[in-house]
């Protein structure tokens, strides 16, 4: 499908209330899921607003996930921050969206189609724009951080996060088929 037609009807997707109830819902849901963040050091937390950024990039497209990505980032912040707030994590959540968009708006949970969506992510995002961000931030050098933290921590938890991903698909799909796009 068309990359442009794709975000043209991620964006009509915001002209039904009841799209834009599910959305706030969902959003409601990543900012819960943020309080149960692990830390794991100052450089490095494993959370679960993946499943919630999925479920709205693949229900509602790369636009709507682009927009919840951004705002669902700030609402994070602002309800419970972890450090200081940085433009580029904002970005990055943003750029996500559109991902998870890409790969999986108009199409079933399937495990090959969620495998490599969670890849996408977790290597564009994770391990490539957010360890620039933290280089940034802290002054450390990219490749010593990519190579002693990032890389190591993404080796994990990609596999953690498919898994996890997968376990919820049935009941994601069942969601979505049943009650939400009807």
Same mark, same amino acid.
């Not at 559109?98 to 079933?108: A, C, D, F, S, T």
């Not at 938890?157 to 996890?164: K, Q």
């Given at each position: 499908m068309n990359v442009v037609k794709l975000f043209r009807e991620s964006a009509l997707e915001f002209k039904s209330v009841k799209n834009l109830c599910v959305i706030s819902l969902l959003l409601a849901l990543?900012? @819960?899921?943020?309080? #149960?963040? +692990?830390?794991?050091?100052?450089? @490095?937390?494993?959370?679960?607003? #993946?499943?919630?950024? %999925?479920? !709205? %990039? %693949?229900m509602y497209g790369p636009f709507v996930g682009a927009v919840c990505g951004a705002v669902g980032d700030i609402l994070c912040y602002i309800v419970h921050p972890m450090g200081g707030f940085f433009i580029g994590f904002t970005f990055s959540a943003a750029i996500a969206g !559109?991902?998870?968009?890409?790969?999986?708006? *108009?199409? *079933?949970f399937r495990v090959s189609k969620i495998i490599f969506a969670e890849i996408l992510v977790d290597v564009v995002i994770n391990v490539l724009l957010n360890t620039l961000w933290i280089s940034m931030l802290y002054g450390s050098g990219?490749?010593?951080l990519l190579i002693t933290v990032r890389i190591p921590k993404n080796l994990i938890? +990609?596999?953690?996060?498919? %898994? +996890?991903f997968i376990a919820f698909s049935p009941l994601i799909n069942k969601v979505v088929n049943r009650n939400i796009k009807k």
């Open positions: 990543r900012v @819960c899921l943020n309080f #149960f963040t +692990i830390p794991i050091s100052d450089l @490095c937390h494993v959370s679960f607003l #993946f499943i919630v950024m %999925g479920v !709205i %990039g %693949g !559109i991902l998870y968009g890409l790969v999986l708006y *108009k199409n *079933k990219f490749l010593e938890t +990609i596999p953690l996060s498919v %898994g +996890i």
